[in-house]
């Protein structure tokens, strides 16, 4: 007997039936196996799953394809989006709605949602698209695409059609919210943002009505301008593939809520090929990314496109690549520099990604202003630590070492007095590794000296007429009108190879580097995700706020951009990042950022190692991104100017110093541990947080300010050449006083009151951020409308964790947020109506002004982030 499944109607809609929901258990016929994966085996993260419950298949499949069908009644004619809640990430299957046909869900749909039962298990929402429906009885089939006698995994926990959007938050329907928190905590749930127009916080003004209407975003000095001249910073986030494979209707909605929080540029990050047949670009794919960049523009979002990078790269004749099966690493660092084979392959890539139309738009990538930036290589440098023979084969190696050789024949040859490498031959000059480039490697004599220069000097001019023959390229045969960037990458010697590693990026149009602060995790997968047993510290960037990702060297006559930009997890002492990047990249002079990585359309409800989409992030943008991308902090003064003679630095002179490295825990294994802990050199790292710290290629020269006016190293407090910021490293705390924007962020708790120009900031809670910053452009002292941005910290509901610092439950959403506890008085004109808003910036509620002598003060509600004051 069949079961027909009713219909569940939204909380929010009174009128319509707007949504359907079904269990996957409760299908009408099956022959799932019910093997490997039943809920039982989870227990209590059984609770997880829609009804407790979910329809599973495990081992080789049989005769007969795995299939099921569910009966529904849908309530209205229309076009509904169908969603599935299930495992694996993939399956893949196949769908359909009575005799329609068939649809895949395959490896390019993207998650939106992932909750862990057990490890490599997991629950995830997956967006099927958009179909059309008559009301009434319709069945649902769906049926694996495993062949007999190949694994055929899935499960199938629940289903929904809706006519409204959603954003998936585990096994809670749409509407529902569970309150779940601990004592002095509060659960941040949102339901999906229905984009009122009565929200009080959107900053969707501060885009363009379409990205690129002016015309192509152009490069001038330091400077981004729009199409129309006018100087543009971009506040950003990254995005892969698992985002492109939303669908429309997911594009849509992200490119909205995106807009909303100050966002007007997405680095679209991810291989466009086809890993059955890298020859051949994967078309789904690529539509998918056609369709983010479309509801981007829309938006006036703006899209960086980077389509290389060694890591998504499996090395093998299949791309063009030989010798790989012989090395443990099968990634081709490096070899986009010397293999012509593997450059026609990588040329193949670009022109699919660039010179297809955009069946969204109507032109290709090539031709979209919307199209800010191409990237041409991430994360590689033949100057980094990957460079050698543990990570390159003999055939790759062999191309790189007969060019060395023919490159030195037309150079003198072989000097008479240089040490040998074991890889020396006739025809063929060996090249040493990594190291032997360095500071320490070039010390062991002179003639190691002059041959290790003639090598980074071969390697600089080879990396360098890569970057520029390929630009050239795109812009001759493809017609690409964005602004390109060559890389992002670090050296294994920074102080002796930076600058080098720089100049081979010279030629063309955007610096750009990737920067995370980490605090101390440890545990098997720790590189790239959190689990139970790890061990990990809660640290502020306050208390070392030289080292962090943000701090630059700008290079003259090119915009800079930090394109990955993250506070990782599961280190929760994050509600100061985004101010912090705001404030210091406006001081350093930074054009750009972009923050990693958007995961989907929702909240993410579940630790993660680079966590965007939770409320210490994300949540935090609207104020940031208002402060950066409006210019309200000043760009500071140089207080060190260097001018490099690059001929020495390819002579191996070295530039003396450079930024924090700040890589991410997954590149920074690359590093040998040796030399992980090495220190930058002199000048002061805390120059970067007084102004800006510039570089040139010219006559050599040095100038630097004198420090000491702006650093008290006794009380540990250092200010900003133009007064407006302060960062007490002593006890974590960073204030921000300008005229348009004033902030506390830190270990407030012991702070007391935090007098600025106009506010008075007190916060008990022991961390925290507060900000206030005027809506309308004008000084706080005049505003008539002010927002007031308060947060402290997150965790998920149910997190454990002992004194020692090791996880023993990540718990499970909702997301906890500390309860603010926390005033901020006003001076001037007292203000005429106060709104506590909710997630979406809408308004929950009025608040009241406690006036006296002329001093307003407002105690901040305890479980909210937002509060809009007009006067």
């Not at 059984?46 to 049989?62: H, M, T």
């Not at 127009?197 to 379409?210: G, I, M, Q, S, V």
């Not at 207080?639 to 890589?663: N, P, R, T």
């Not at 005229?739 to 008990?764: C, H, R, S, W, Y």
Request: aromatic share 10%.
């Amino acid at each position: 007997m069949q079961l027909l499944l009713s219909v569940l109607l939204a909380a929010t809609t009174a009128t319509a039936q707007d949504w359907v929901w079904w269990e996957g258990e409760a299908a009408a016929t099956q022959n799932f196996n019910g093997r490997d994966f039943a809920a039982r085996n989870y227990g209590d993260k059984a609770e997880a799953l829609s009804g407790g419950d979910w329809l599973c298949n495990g081992g080789p499949v049989g005769a007969a394809p795995v299939a099921a069908t569910w009966k529904i009644r849908v309530p209205a004619d229309g076009v509904w989006q169908l969603w599935a809640r299930k495992f694996w990430k993939h399956g893949p299957f196949e769908w359909r709605f009575d005799d329609d046909d068939w649809s895949t869900c395959g490896r390019d749909i993207g998650l939106a949602d992932s909750v862990v039962l057990a490890p490599n298990i997991c629950a995830n929402w997956v967006t099927l698209g958009p179909t059309t429906l008559k009301s009434g009885e319709r069945t649902l089939e769906v049926r694996l695409t495993a062949q007999r006698g190949e694994a055929g995994t899935a499960c199938f926990d629940c289903f929904l059609l809706t006519r409204v959007p959603f954003s998936p938050r585990g096994k809670w329907k749409p509407g529902e919210t569970t309150g779940l928190a601990e004592d002095g905590w509060w659960a941040w749930e949102p339901d999906a943002d229905a984009f009122s127009k009565d929200a009080l916080l959107d900053l969707t003004f501060l885009n363009e009505k379409e990205a690129g209407a002016r015309g192509f975003v152009k490069a001038k000095g330091n400077e981004f301008l729009l199409g129309d001249g006018k100087p543009v910073r971009f506040w950003g986030v990254n995005c892969g593939p698992d985002v492109w494979g939303l669908g429309r209707a997911g594009h849509e909605y992200l490119a909205r809520r995106l807009a909303k929080c100050g966002v007007n540029l997405v680095r679209l990050h991810g291989p466009t090929f086809d890993p059955r047949d890298p020859s051949q670009i994967d078309a789904q794919a690529l539509d998918n990314l056609h369709s983010l960049v479309a509801a981007l523009k829309q938006r006036g979002i703006y899209t960086t496109l980077s389509f290389y990078f060694p890591l998504w790269v499996q090395a093998s004749s299949a791309f063009g690549l030989d010798g790989y099966d012989v090395i443990e690493n099968k990634h081709p660092f490096a070899a986009i520099y010397f293999s012509p084979r593997f450059q026609e392959r990588y040329r193949g890539w670009a022109r699919g990604l660039l010179a297809a139309k955009n069946r969204h738009t109507g032109k290709s990538l090539a031709e979209d202003p919307a199209v800010a930036m191409v990237e041409l290589v991430n994360e590689d440098s033949v100057f980094f630590w990957t460079f050698g023979d543990r990570n390159i084969p003999e055939a790759q190696l062999a191309i790189m070492e007969r060019a060395f050789d023919g490159w030195l024949d037309q150079r003198g040859g072989v000097g008479a007095s240089w040490p040998r490498n074991p890889r020396d031959a006739a025809g063929r000059t060996g090249l040493f590794a990594a190291w032997d480039m360095t500071s320490q490697g070039i010390q062991q004599s002179a003639a190691k000296r002059e041959r290790m220069a003639a090598q980074v000097r071969f390697l600089a001019e080879t990396q360098r007429a890569f970057y520029a023959d390929t630009a050239a390229w795109l812009r001759k045969d493809l017609g690409v009108k964005a602004l390109i960037c060559a890389s992002n990458w670090r050296t294994a010697d920074e102080a002796a190879l930076g600058a080098v590693e720089r100049w081979t990026y010279e030629a063309l149009d955007v610096f750009d580097r990737h920067g995370y602060f980490s605090a101390r995790h440890d545990g098997p997968r720790a590189s790239y995700s959190v689990g139970v047993g790890d061990t990990f510290e809660d640290r502020s960037a306050l208390l070392t706020p030289w080292a962090t990702p943000v701090p630059f060297i700008q290079y003259e006559g090119h915009p800079h951009f930090v394109s990955e930009l993250g506070w990782s997890g599961p280190n929760r002492l994050r509600a100061d990042a985004p101010l912090f990047a705001a404030a210091y990249g406006s001081l350093d002079g930074m054009r750009a950022f972009g923050w990693f990585a958007v995961s989907g359309i929702s909240w993410q409800d579940a630790p993660a190692k680079f966590p965007l989409s939770v409320p210490s992030i994300l949540g935090q943008f609207p104020a940031a991104a208002l402060i950066f991308r409006r210019g309200d902090v000043k760009e500071g003064p140089p207080v060190l100017a260097q001018s490099l003679d690059i001929e020495k630095q390819l002579d191996l002179e070295g530039c003396g110093f450079a930024e924090e490295a700040a890589l991410d825990e997954l590149r920074a294994r690359d590093v040998p541990r040796a030399a992980r802990s090495a220190a930058n050199a002199q000048p002061d790292p805390r120059m970067f947080l007084v102004g800006k710290v510039v570089r040139a290629f010219g006559k050599p020269s040095f100038e630097q300010v004198d420090l000491r006016p702006f650093i008290d190293a006794e009380k540990r407090i250092v200010r900003s050449a133009t007064g407006e910021i302060a960062c007490d490293w002593g006890r974590g705390i960073l204030t921000l006083d300008t005229p348009n924007a004033q902030a506390a962020a830190g270990f407030l708790g012991g702070a007391g009151e935090i007098a600025l120009g106009d506010v008075t900031i007190a916060m008990k809670n022991d961390y925290g951020c507060v900000i206030v910053v005027s809506l309308d452009g004008k000084s706080l002292a005049s505003s008539a409308k002010m927002l007031v941005q308060a947060f402290t910290q997150e965790r998920t509901y149910g997190f454990k964790v002992t004194d020692a610092g090791r996880i023993e439950d990540l718990g499970a959403g909702p997301m906890n947020v500390e309860e603010v506890d926390a005033t901020v008085a006003f001076r001037g004109a007292l203000p005429s109506k106060v709104t506590a808003l909710d997630e979406h910036g809408v308004a929950r509620g009025t608040l009241r002004v406690q006036a006296r002598n002329g001093v307003g003060s407002l105690r901040l509600p305890a479980a909210g982030v937002y509060v809009v004051i007009e006067r």
